[in-house]
């Protein structure tokens, strides 16, 4: 660790709120130091998520990031190099994926400190790039079909309808993977250039965004839905409403303020109808979970494109621009 430690790494980073791609600064950093629990990672790969970009535009603000300068960046998998005191489970040498904290980032850089809670082991069937894909998008898709929508992956339950908007992209095509373990008819949206590679996925019908049917989430066989995974924005209630079952919901995973005025009204009318706001809890048995899946060959990572570190501001500018096919990784 000693020559490593004397050594600036690369890293990017942006200083304030605003800016978009532009405002990303390459710069050299020292290596970080992990702490008691933490374990210091030479990044292979790192996905990105609206989120990354969307704390850069102050969303959230104050709450993220946790100070400026900020790396931002948190789906990271590599190899470890060091681990603090406490962390039991891993050692120099082992491959790992993770998601780090959004407060804190640090996963656009040639090294990143994870937190041992949040790292799980990464087997060789599983490529790095893939693995990157799978923390905050893949674990977001679980949470929404398990949590949110009460499938059983395992498929056990009993049929249900499921919609999966956006289902091109980094967490829909995730989604419709997962919906088609349990017992689930998908019905999906997506761009017309899309449908075949929506289908592939497993999607049992796919609807063209862009068209009268697709923009009133009609599906084709006449099926309402019992849960809708909502992975774009701009949709009201009024076009999901006539589309539930009886006890349908739509979980969101972009609420904005009338979705929670929607999700408020629902309750305290008692409406059998729900919107229901989600968001991630990321829980490393469930990475696991998914890791497994894509050493089965159960479930796949597809990959946008791929950006070196030195061009990390086009994978930022491709995320901002949402038009990305699956998941857009950077590497060093
Ligand atoms: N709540 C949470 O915890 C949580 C976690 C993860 C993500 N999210 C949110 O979930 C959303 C989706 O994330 P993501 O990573 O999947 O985004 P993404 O990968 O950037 O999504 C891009 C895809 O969306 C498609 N798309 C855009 N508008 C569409 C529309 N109206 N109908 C159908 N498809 C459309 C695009 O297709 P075309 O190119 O054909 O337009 C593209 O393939 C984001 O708002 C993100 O912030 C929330």
Same mark, same amino acid.
């Given at each position: 660790?000693?020559?490593?430690?004397?050594?600036?790494?690369?890293?990017?980073?942006?200083?304030?709120?605003?800016?978009?791609?532009?405002?990303?600064?390459?710069?050299?950093?020292?290596?970080?130091?992990?702490?008691?629990?933490?374990?210091?990672?030479?990044?292979?790969?790192?996905?990105?998520?609206?989120?990354?970009?969307?704390?850069?535009?102050?969303?959230?603000?104050?709450?993220?990031?946790?100070?400026?300068?900020?790396?931002?960046?948190?789906?990271?998998?590599?190899?470890?190099?060091?681990?603090?005191?406490?962390?039991? @489970?891993?050692?120099? $040498?082992? !491959?790992?994926? /993770?998601?780090?904290?959004?407060? *804190? #980032?640090?996963?656009?850089?040639? %090294?990143?400190?994870?937190?041992?809670?949040?790292?799980?082991?990464?087997?060789?069937?599983?490529?790095?790039?893939?693995?990157?894909?799978?923390?905050?998008?893949?674990?977001?898709?679980?949470?929404?079909?398990?949590?949110?929508?009460?499938?059983?992956?395992?498929?056990?339950?009993?049929?249900?309808?499921?919609?999966?908007?956006?289902?091109?992209?980094?967490?829909?095509?995730?989604?419709?993977?997962?919906?088609?373990?349990?017992?689930?008819?998908?019905?999906?949206?997506?761009?017309?250039?899309?449908?075949?590679?929506?289908?592939?996925?497993?999607?049992?019908?796919?609807?063209?965004?862009?068209?009268?049917?697709?923009?009133?989430? @009609?599906?084709?066989? $006449?099926? !309402?839905?019992? /849960?809708?995974?909502?992975?774009? *924005? #701009?949709?009201?209630?009024?076009? %999901?409403?006539?589309?539930?079952?009886?006890?349908?919901?739509?979980?969101?995973?972009?609420?904005?303020?009338?979705?929670?005025?929607?999700?408020?009204?629902?309750?305290?009318?008692?409406?059998?109808?729900?919107?229901?706001?989600?968001?991630?809890?990321?829980?490393?048995?469930?990475?696991?979970?998914?890791?497994?899946?894509?050493?089965?060959?159960?479930?796949?990572?597809?990959?946008?494109?791929?950006?070196?570190?030195?061009?990390?501001?086009?994978?930022?500018?491709?995320?901002?621009?949402?038009?990305?096919?699956?998941?857009?990784?950077?590497?060093?």
């Amino acid at each position: 660790m000693a020559t490593l430690a004397a050594k600036p790494i690369q890293a990017v980073r942006y200083d304030s709120y605003g800016g978009g791609a532009a405002a990303l600064k390459h710069v050299e950093v020292p290596i970080p130091t992990p702490k008691r629990n933490e374990i210091l990672v030479k990044l292979e790969a790192l996905a990105l998520n609206p989120f990354d970009w969307k704390i850069q535009k102050g969303v959230v603000r104050p709450i993220y990031p946790r100070k400026f300068p900020h790396i931002p960046g948190t789906d990271v998998a590599g190899e470890v190099v060091e681990v603090g005191q406490g962390v039991s @489970k891993f050692k120099a $040498g082992d !491959k790992v994926v /993770a998601t780090v904290s959004h407060a *804190t #980032g640090g996963g656009l850089a040639e %090294f990143v400190v994870t937190g041992e809670s949040l790292t799980v082991a990464r087997p060789p069937e599983v490529s790095a790039a893939e693995a990157a894909g799978l923390p905050i998008a893949g674990l977001t898709a679980h949470q929404a079909l398990t949590q949110g929508a009460g499938i059983k992956l395992d498929g056990t339950g009993k049929e249900a309808n499921i919609l999966v908007t956006a289902a091109s992209g980094g967490v829909g095509h995730y989604a419709v993977q997962l919906a088609k373990l349990g017992n689930t008819h998908v019905t999906a949206t997506c761009g017309a250039r899309n449908i075949e590679f929506v289908k592939s996925l497993g999607a049992d019908e796919v609807l063209d965004y862009k068209t009268p049917e697709g923009a009133a989430l @009609k599906s084709p066989s $006449g099926r !309402k839905y019992d /849960a809708v995974i909502h992975c774009t *924005t #701009g949709i009201p209630w009024s076009t %999901f409403e006539p589309n539930l079952s009886k006890n349908g919901k739509v979980i969101d995973l972009t609420p904005g303020p009338a979705a929670f005025l929607t999700s408020a009204l629902k309750k305290i009318t008692f409406s059998s109808k729900k919107l229901v706001p989600l968001f991630v809890t990321p829980k490393s048995e469930n990475l696991e979970y998914l890791v497994n899946l894509v050493k089965e060959g159960k479930l796949k990572t597809v990959i946008d494109s791929k950006h070196p570190l030195s061009k990390a501001e086009d994978a930022w500018a491709k995320s901002i621009d949402g038009h990305a096919t699956g998941k857009i990784v950077v590497e060093p």
